[in-house]
């Protein structure tokens, strides 16, 4: 099984800063096969990023996925109030599919 | 517009039944893989099973083999998950979720069921 760990578990902010999550793994990510997910409480995960730097339809343009083999990031530049929730990485390369244990992004 | 909506769930004792139940629209159900993940109270996501686009394979979390079931009904477009011997750790919210990919390969979840809360307590 393929461990991603996320760091800062939690990352503290303010509205129109730049902030950037970090998703390691514990192997190589097939063919770049990492998703990004925005929850919030009390909802269904929503995709954020998909193969590593795709954005989802329908995703902000302020969202930006990177990374390759064992280390990915998400950066969210100019966040917005909206943009407090916490965030979970996901590979789907290899079974079984595995999630981080999520990044709270917090107003400072 | 793509839609799953979820049934079932709710409070049962430990060492019994629910099935939970997804309902998809919007889209060509018979043509994608589906999953279910969970989420215990204040915790991360936990995959949980998926079932290909015609039901003839199924994988499980290793953790989680031998109580739960996931099957589907592509005629009436709908996804089940059947989990028996119920434990109080299995207290969490169930999602079901269309997976995108194509062809031999998985993909991302999108769009996710609202979920459902199954709680087991005696």
């Known amino acids: 099984e393929i461990v991603l760990t996320q760091s800062p578990a939690t990352l503290s902010s303010s509205p129109g800063e730049t902030v950037t999550l970090f998703c390691g793994a514990s192997q190589t990510v097939f063919n770049t096969y990492l998703a990004w997910y925005q929850q919030k409480p009390g909802l269904a995960p929503r995709l954020l990023i998909y193969d590593g730097s795709f954005r989802a339809t329908g995703i902000p343009d302020r969202f930006s996925g990177s990374g390759s083999g064992t280390d990915f990031s998400l950066t969210i530049s100019r966040l917005e109030p909206e943009d407090f929730a916490v965030y979970y990485c996901q590979q789907y390369g290899r079974l079984p599919v595995t999630f981080g244990q999520g990044t709270t992004v917090e107003i400072k | 517009q793509v839609h799953l909506v979820q049934s079932g769930g709710g409070a049962v004792q430990p060492g019994g039944s629910l099935r939970l139940s997804c309902a998809a629209s919007g889209f060509n159900f018979g043509s994608f893989a589906m999953h279910w993940v969970r989420q215990a109270p204040d915790k991360g996501l936990e995959w949980v099973a998926v079932?290909?686009?015609?039901?003839?394979?199924?994988f499980y979390a290793d953790s989680l083999k031998g109580r739960f079931s996931v099957y589907r009904d592509n005629s009436n477009k709908t996804l089940h998950l059947q989990i028996d011997r119920l434990r109080k750790d299995d207290t969490a919210v169930y999602y079901c979720?269309?997976?995108?990919?194509?062809?031999?390969?998985?993909?991302?979840?999108?769009?996710w069921g609202q979920g459902t809360l199954v709680t087991v307590s005696s």
């Open positions: 079932i290909s686009f015609d039901g003839s394979d199924t």
């Open positions: 979720a269309r997976d995108e990919g194509s062809g031999s390969y998985y993909g991302s979840f999108h769009p």
